[in-house]
Structure formats: structure tokens, C-alpha cells
């Protein structure tokens, strides 16, 4: 048995390598044509364009790899059955479901390896390729001016005409005419017989030698003036307008979802799904505190009570950093978004916090902060009614005017403890004063300052969903697309034993609708969870359990063969189609 697996194995290795490479390259290429532009006419040294042939070759075989997988796997079952070395195999009392069990292994393993290439080298090259294309796209182009075309200097600034270049290296020019349009308050036009074009020693900087001209001015602001300068010589000097590569250190580059680890994407997943839980709370807070002030009956949300996400990329980085000793990724907190113009916020993060009014903000003092805060602390532990308090800090800065005038005796009546009569403060020379408030009660919130809490907990809560569907679904992604390597055997396996004879054709036919079907869904899935209408384990894993059922179905009915093995090529299976297509259109015209 363990020589028919390695035959068995055997066959599978050739297609495997020769459709991995051939799909890749096929990829590469079309990545690569559409990345030509950026590449070409910057001065690019080879090492550089081999660093981005290279480091783009790692995210197109996550593409390719489980495509390989089924087209090896659909090539070596039907050359199998159409050399009658199934048949022999079964005479000989191996079963056809037997004949998968290597192949499930193989596929099993190559699942774990790519699990570990998309986590690990994927991310990697990913973020190496991010930074190299910052790194060029920062790279002008290599300067050239070509004659009789108006030519951009440095776009958007200046533009050069010249009758006639030399392209030697004396830069000798003709007829030469430019365009000023860097100030938008007025615009030059410089005009000269001939003159020469050099780089500065920096290589950066391009200098100009005019000879015999004159230079027009119009002001933009002031219609019908010209003014103009004849010269004999002149010399104009544009920064700037050739620069080299120069390349970013990847470490100190942001990453993105993609050139993150698992372990890397779960911690911000984590950290992103608290903020959602904290959004959704507040807007609970803010419900029942604008219910409350419409006098309407609400009961008050509960203490909040932060849960994990969890899922399949916690358990995975929970099992690698407990058993292979792989250092956890951490992830700073997201801030909270801050309300505008709120006049009293609790804290509903922490347990049991009690309501106190908001910390000016910056350019008020701190000593009224701790005054209001002394006010009320006192208040509370005399039970003193509001209104009724006047500051003591604000008492001995009090004094009386000296040699007051007589005043009557006022009739006997009863005043208010909250009518303090008005008197002179006089502050110490030379020292900062907070001001004095006659009332140590602040305004309860409001209805415009609850719903802006509200519309604050809605954009906060928006923010925190987006991003967590968008980490969930490359979470997700990078396992799907290792465990689509299992899939595609079970799918493949059944159909080539099905269609023996059905050649290349049936494995171009059969593996490129099956690759369309699972990479249609992926896309579809992956749009879907970002616009929050499906879950992101939805989004990534229906295209493997649909696959998943249709293979085992298959498998399922693998032992009962209804023909001969001569039969099964490439055109009855194109006749089971057609015939599958009209049994389904005769069912939808009889319903």
C-alpha cells in the first residue's frame, strides 16, 4: 500500500509544479503590466526592479497555489483512469476512496504550510512591497526635454519650449521660450535667443544660462499692466526636478491589514471590538438620558462589561504562543472619539462611575476645575441647597470699601441665602485670579447635548464595526485559502474518475470554472463584509462549504459507476451539462 501511495503522489507532483509555475508567471505578468508605468523612465537600478519582481511574487502564489492543487489533482485521477490503473488497482482490492487518503494528506499539509506562508512570509513581503512602491512613487522621472514640445519642467510651475535641444552633453538650446505659473498672482513668460541647460552638482537641481531675451510680467489682479525686463544674460536655477530612489526602512513604516500577522490583525480586531462595545453602550446611556429628560419611563443600561471577539484567530495565536513559544502581538487602545461642546459626560466605561461635570478644555484655568469640584464635594457633605454656597476662596478676597456711607435701616424682610450683595474684588498685586461664580450648580445635560453624544456614539460605533469586519475578513481569508487546498481534492478527485477520457481539456475546463466560481465569491464576500451586510466568517468561508458539500457528494457516490471506462471524455461531460441545464429549465417552466 505505501508504494501505490507513493505512485499515487507521484503523479500529483509534476502537474502540481508545472500549473503552479505556469499560473504564476501567467499572474506575475499581468501584475506587472499594469505596474509597468510606474516603474520605467525613473532611473530604477535593476536591483531595484528584481526587489519588486521578487517581493511581488509571494501574494500571487496565495492566489495560485490552491488553483495548482486542482489542477494536479484533476490531471493525475484522470490520466490514472484512462490508463485503466484505477480498474487494475480495484481488481487488485484497493478502492477508489483509498486511492484519496494520500492525496488528502498531501493536501493537508500543504494547507498547514500555507497557513503559515500567508501569516508569516505573506505579511512580510507584503509590507516590503507597500514600502518599496512609497519609495518609488516618490522617485521622479529622469528629466529629458525633447524640441518643438512644450515641455514640463516641474508640473504645474514652469514649462520650457525650446526650437531646438542638442542632445549632447553641451545642452546648447534655440529659439527657447518659458512658462511661469508658479504664482497664481501673476504670470511670466521668459523669452530668449538661445541658451545652455546642466545639472547642479547635487544632480537634483537643473540650471538655466538664457542669453538675449526679455521677460514679459502680467499681474493677475491688475488688467491691461505688462511689464518687461531685457536682458543679455540670465540665469534661472528649478529645484528639484530630478531626484533619485531612495529607500524606506520597512520598520518604520505603518502596516496595513494585509502586511499584518494573524496574531498582529486579532490584537487590533480585540482592541477595534472594544471600542465597539464602549460605542454601543454610550449610545444606550444617551437613549435613556434623552428618554429620562422627555419624562418618559426607561429602565438604565447596566454596567459595562467588556467581551472578547475571539474566533478562529484567537484560538490560533493562542495555540502558537502557548506550544511553539511565538511572542504575542499587542495593540495600542483606540482613543475615543471626543464629543463637541459636551457639558456633562459619564464615564460608562468604568464601573460604578459617578456624574460630574466635564474638564474645561485647554486655554481655561485649572484652579476653576478645582474650585467647581471643592464646591460641589463641600455641597454634598453639608447638604447645603444650590444657591445657597459663595466659595471661600472667593470670601477672603473680599474686602470693604473703607468709610462706607450710612444706609438707611432697611425694613424687615427675608432674603434669600443666594442674594449675596455685589462687593470689590480685590485680587493680590501681580497674582492670577480665577473667576467667581454666584452659583456652584451647572446646567444638567440637555437635549442638544444628548443628541450629540449620540451622533458621537453612532460614528464611533460605525468606525469600530467597519474596521473590525475589515480585520475579521483577512483573519479569516488566510485560512480559507489554506483549507481551500483539502476542498479542491475532494472536488477535483471525484469529477476526473467521472470523465476519464476527458484529457486537458477537462482540466482547463473544470479548473478554471471552479477557480472563477470560488475567486467570484471570495471577492463578492470580502466587498459584502466591509459594507456590513455579512459577517466576515460568512463572507470568506461560504465558497469552501459549498465546495466542501458538493465534493463529498460526489465522493459519496464515487463506487457506483453507471458506464464503462472507455466513456467519460471530455464531450460527455459537456453532454451531462446540457443535460443538467435543460432538466433545470424544464423544472422552472412546469413550476
Known amino acids: ?19 503552479l509555475s505556469a499560473l504564476t508567471s501567467l499572474l506575475l505578468l499581468q501584475y506587472i503590466a499594469r505596474k509597468f508605468g510606474d516603474l520605467v523612465g525613473k532611473g530604477l537600478s535593476w536591483q531595484t526592479i528584481t526587489e519588486f519582481f521578487l517581493l511581488s511574487i509571494p501574494f500571487t502564489v496565495a492566489m495560485t497555489l490552491p488553483m495548482a492543487v486542482l489542477v494536479a489533482v484533476l490531471y493525475a485521477f484522470s490520466r490514472l483512469a484512462s490508463e485503466n490503473e484505477i480498474t487494475a488497482m480495484k481488481a487488485g482490492g484497493v478502492s477508489t476512496r483509498a486511492l484519496l487518503k494520500p492525496a ?23 509590507h516590503e ?37 542638442d542632445q549632447d552633453e553641451s545642452g546648447r538650446m534655440g529659439g527657447v521660450t518659458i512658462y511661469d505659473v508658479s504664482d497664481p498672482m501673476r504670470r511670466r513668460s521668459i523669452y530668449a535667443d538661445s541658451g545652455t541647460l546642466r545639472f547642479a552638482p547635487n544632480k537634483k537641481d537643473l540650471v538655466l544660462h538664457l542669453y538675449k531675451g526679455m521677460m514679459m510680467t502680467a499681474p493677475s489682479a491688475q488688467h491691461g499692466q505688462l511689464e518687461r525686463i531685457y536682458y543679455n544674460q540670465d540665469e534661472l536655477k528649478v529645484r528639484e526636478v530630478a531626484n533619485s530612489f531612495q529607500s524606506i526602512n520597512a520598520d518604520t513604516a505603518s502596516k496595513g491589514e494585509r502586511e499584518m500577522t494573524v496574531c498582529e490583525m486579532q490584537a487590533e480586531l480585540e482592541s477595534r471590538h472594544a471600542s465597539f462595545q464602549r460605542a454601543y453602550h454610550d449610545s444606550l446611556v444617551a437613549a ?40 504575542a502581538a499587542q495593540a495600542a487602545e483606540v482613543p475615543r472619539m471626543p464629543a463637541f461642546a459636551r457639558t456633562t459626560r459619564q ?3 468604568k464601573k460604578g462611575a459617578a456624574k460630574t461635570p466635564a474638564k474645561p478644555q485647554a486655554g481655561k484655568s485649572d484652579s476653576v476645575w478645582a474650585l467647581v ?36 435701616a432697611p425694613p424687615p424682610l427675608r432674603v434669600a441665602p443666594a442674594a449675596v450683595p455685589t462687593a470689590t474684588v480685590v485680587p493680590p498685586p501681580g497674582a492670577r485670579t480665577a473667576p467667581v461664580y454666584p452659583s456652584a450648580t451647572l446646567p444638567g445635560p440637555d437635549v442638544s447635548s444628548i443628541n450629540i453624544e449620540l451622533s458621537d456614539a453612532k460614528l464611533r460605533l460605525e468606525d469600530a464595526r467597519h474596521w473590525s469586519n475589515r480585520y475579521g475578513v483577512e483573519i479569516q481569508k488566510k485560512f480559507s485559502l489554506a483549507f481551500a487546498c483539502i476542498v479542491f481534492v475532494l472536488v477535483g478527485a471525484p469529477i476526473a474518475l467521472r470523465f476519464p477520457r476527458g484529457g486537458v481539456g477537462l482540466v482547463m475546463g473544470v479548473g478554471f470554472s471552479v477557480f472563477a466560481i470560488y475567486y467570484v465569491g471570495l471577492i463578492g464576500g470580502e466587498s459584502l463584509a466591509n459594507n456590513n451586510i455579512i459577517s466576515p466568517f460568512w463572507a470568506m468561508w461560504i465558497d469552501n462549504i459549498v465546495f466542501l458539500v458538493v465534493g463529498l457528494v460526489l465522493i459519496s457516490r464515487m463506487g457506483h459507476e453507471r458506464g464503462t471506462s472507455r466513456g467519460g471524455g471530455f464531450g460527455e461531460f459537456m453532454d451531462a451539462t446540457r443535460a443538467w441545464f435543460a432538466r433545470v429549465r424544464g423544472a422552472e417552466v412546469s413550476a
Not at 9 to 17: A, C, I
Open 1 to 19: 500500500m505505501k508504494i501505490i501511495n507513493r505512485y499515487v503522489l507521484k503523479e500529483h507532483v509534476g502537474p502540481f509544479v508545472f500549473a
Open 104 to 126: 488528502l494528506i498531501a493536501a493537508t499539509l500543504l494547507a498547514v504550510f500555507m497557513l503559515w506562508f500567508n501569516d508569516q512570509l505573506l505579511s512580510r513581503a507584503n
Open 129 to 165: 512591497l507597500a514600502t518599496l512602491q512609497i519609495a518609488i512613487l516618490r522617485t521622479k522621472p529622469t528629466f529629458a526635454l525633447k524640441p518643438q514640445v512644450i515641455n514640463a519642467v516641474k508640473e504645474s510651475q514652469l514649462y520650457l519650449r525650446a526650437d531646438r535641444i
Open 288 to 327: 435613556w438620558q434623552m428618554a429620562t429628560s422627555k419624562g418618559r419611563k426607561a429602565v438604565k443600561p447596566s454596567d459595562l462589561h467588556i467581551k472578547k471577539a475571539g474566533g478562529i484567530g484567537a484560538l490560533y495565536c493562542t495555540f502558537i504562543t502557548r506550544y511553539l513559544k511565538v511572542p
Open 347 to 349: 464615564d460608562s466605561t
Open 373 to 408: 469640584n471643592g464646591i460641589l464635594k463641600k455641597m454634598a457633605r453639608d447638604k447645603v441647597p444650590p444657591g445657597a454656597y459663595l466659595p471661600e476662596t472667593a470670601a477672603k478676597t473680599v474686602a470693604v470699601p473703607a468709610n462706607p456711607a450710612p444706609a438707611a
